[in-house]
């Protein structure tokens, strides 16, 4: 193999190593999108319980019952 050669490939090399970072980078940002789409739907219902259960439960408690 010449220098030549060895250059092409090289630079090929670098090529690919940037299309993979650039696959990574969208991968991380697809994650985090998941995972704050996930925390999102399970705090936010967190949330509603607080309000809703005392609510509810004053509603019970002005039946006579608990």
Do not use: C, H, W
């Not at 490939?9 to 696959?23: N, P, T």
């Amino acid at each position: 193999m010449n220098e030549e050669e060895i250059k092409q490939k090289l630079a090929l090399l670098e090529q690919k190593i940037d299309a993979v970072y650039v696959s990574a980078e969208k991968t991380r940002k697809y994650f985090l999108a998941v995972i704050i789409v996930s925390v999102v739907t399970f705090v936010l219902p967190l949330i509603g319980l607080a309000f809703a259960i005392p609510s509810f439960l004053k509603t019970l408690n002005s039946f006579g019952g608990f």
